[in-house]
């Protein structure tokens, strides 16, 4: 034998090769919450399309139901108790498509267009501003000693409620407003708002503490209404988009005041203890 044949690295184990190749197996239970996530994905392109070809009831259609699909996979992963820090970073990057990219372009396709560059910047701001917001909510997660009363509101206008009440000009073109020339240099001011109540610091409501415990008494009328709201929403749309935009808009200054009264209590509550 050779001395160069001596210091030769051993061959290498192809059985552990061939392990180290294979995916390692993943729950079922992990896979599900994440398809969801894929579903919504396809939805808010397919919103982009329907945009393209001036289909804009399916395009506003399809970033609702990416809403929808954007609300149940969390609670699925919850439920089926497959949270993962994988299918967490995958909902922020298909919220980004969902509620920055596609109902900007929306709103650009539809009339935006019209001022060239100054409606372009417009929506290039609320795309930038809602991944701003939604790298700012990844962080916010990790904050620690964070007051429970603090999970009833958000930092600022949430992603999809941010997407919905963007389109409001759509919605009341629909219901019959009329086009007037250099209608779109208000929609551009009406953007450049929604961008900033992204990055706020204002709070609003989140509703994760309400509904947590519902009486026995009260499951059947919430269904009921639950169903009613949909039959109205399907039923008019248009209307109805209009006057939850409106309402949610509404509902901000409450919010504010809400908030402002819970951290006055908890700041006289720490300087008595």
Not at 50 to 79: F, K, N, S, W
Not at 130 to 149: S, Y
Request: proline share 7%; charged share 15%; aromatic share 8%.
């Amino acid at each position: 034998m050779q001395n160069k044949d001596i210091f030769q690295p051993p061959a290498p184990d192809k059985a552990k090769q061939r392990k180290k190749r294979r995916f390692t197996r993943v729950p079922v239970n992990v896979l599900i919450p994440n398809m969801i996530t894929l579903l919504a994905l396809c939805s808010g392109l397919t919103s982009i399309r329907m945009a393209m070809d001036g289909r804009y009831e399916l395009a506003v259609g399809a970033i609702i139901l990416a809403g929808i699909l954007d609300a149940l996979d969390g609670r699925v992963a919850r439920m089926l108790k497959g949270v993962s820090r994988f299918g967490a970073e995958l909902d922020s990057l298909v919220d980004f498509v969902n509620f920055g990219v596609a109902p900007a372009l929306l709103l650009y396709i539809w009339l935006l267009h019209e001022l060239k560059s100054v409606g372009w910047i417009a929506v290039l701001a609320f795309a930038l501003c809602m991944a701003l917001r939604l790298a700012r909510f990844n962080v916010a997660l990790d904050e620690p000693d964070k007051p429970a009363w603090k999970a009833n509101f958000f930092t600022g206008v949430p992603a999809p409620a941010g997407a919905a009440v963007l389109l409001l000009p759509l919605y009341l073109h629909k219901l019959g407003v009329p086009y007037i020339p250099y209608m779109a240099m208000p929609i551009v001011v009406f953007c450049a708002g929604m961008a900033f109540l992204l990055v706020s610091q204002i709070p609003t409501f989140s509703g994760k503490l309400l509904g947590q415990r519902v009486s026995r008494d009260a499951v059947l009328p919430i269904l009921i209404l639950v169903v009613m709201l949909a039959a109205v929403l399907l039923s008019f749309p248009w209307l109805s988009l209009t006057v939850l935009s409106l309402a949610y808009l509404a509902s901000i200054p409450v919010g504010m005041m809400r908030y402002a009264r819970l951290e006055a209590a908890h700041q006289s509550g720490k300087e008595k203890a």
